[in-house]
């Protein structure tokens, strides 16, 4: 049995890849989902799946289950795009539609893959190969929010034994990076117009205010963990110069690789915003968007996945994609590479060599990122401070390719990622199968996140009464 289900995803293979370039040719930003969530969801309908829509009131958040007893075993789905990055699956920059979105983050792959999987292991639950239930969880809009976040404090999650996730990436490896926690917030300032030549003894401006929170968080910089990251841009400045300003906006990302982190360095960011009220005599309104964990890996998991990516091996590139990838990589930025490098541990430094030589990355790797953090922030880290989970990534994109940009745009539409993606969903489906016959690993890998978790417990990062900028809101 041990390859049966990567078998019936080959035979099946020609559907995923039609779903995903539909969903890669819709490049729906988030929240805006319709036609990607629909597609999905009514593929798993199809599929007898009982499918679970507007969940945590999000419209285009689902999910869908198989199977009704234990263990529950999720896999994640996404489909959201990025806007401005519409592109053609050739190796040359040109836009599909001229200013609209484009899979950047390729989340056609990742929700196509994942539906693969759940679809492979439903067959094998049908056989009676498998007993559970295995479920997809449509999540929406990870480029922009915490719906995950918020799918958890719905109880969406509750009942789940193991979460598995995987990511397009230009490597076949055990995701086990550290990201940073982070709270997106906006800070509004409210003053008092005036003319700026006239009278501007009698205004108040909202626009100091922002100023000088800026200059006071770019002090507070010197005093923070190295590791936090703060950034914001000014989202309203003002109409015109000869007015003074009664509304002004500053947009705050604060990132630290530990939630508690964020949670400290918040308070002090907001301290500094009552401060820079209290200079101008303005008034200070919070606008908190949005909030994120740091991921929690299980080795327990991540050993299963690894072992199903050997059994799977990696994606088997042609001729052409190889062609395809080469022509691609002229096209790089200088130094894309050095990102990547950074993270190799000196013992598989000769390795890397190799790895940064091909385009097409063809080797398995086990996780290389223990420790390490990647300066960036996805919501899947809140899904693993609620279930033990595991994440893989397979190789869509080729070497050295920079997030969330045109060329993974471009091999997120063609046989590159296509492969990448068929890849995922067969490691993803003999995981989850391996997991609903092996009760004991299921404990383990419990004990492990019990163990992780006991003394940093789930606290939603969102603030008490909380809305959540819903597109129907
Ligand atoms: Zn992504």
Redesign the pocket.
Known sequence: MSKKYANWINENQQELIEISDKIWEFAEVGFEEYKSSTLLAETLEKAEFFVEKNVAGIPTAFYASYGNNKPVIAILG?YDALPGLSQISEPIKRPLKEGASGHG???NL?GTGALGAVLAVKEAILSGDANGTIRYYGCPA??KFNSKGYMINAGAFKDVDITLSW?PAFMNAINDVSLLAINSVKFRFLGRTAHAAFDPQNGRSALDAVELMNVGVNYLREHIIPDARIHYVITNGGEAPNVVPDKAEVYYFIRAPERSSVEELYKRVIKIAEGAALMTETKMVINFLGGMYNPLHNDVIGNVLLSKMRLVGAPRFNKEDREFAEKLKKTLPPGSMEAFSRFIPPNLRDMAKQILEQPLNRMILPGIGKGKIVPGS?DVSDVSRVTPLGEIATTCQIMGSPGHSWQNVCTSGMSIGHKGMLTAAKILALSAIEFMNNPEIINKAKREFEEKIKDNPYISPFPEGFKPPFINQ
């Open positions: 996404e983050c390729g989340h990742l990870e480029e990511h996805s």
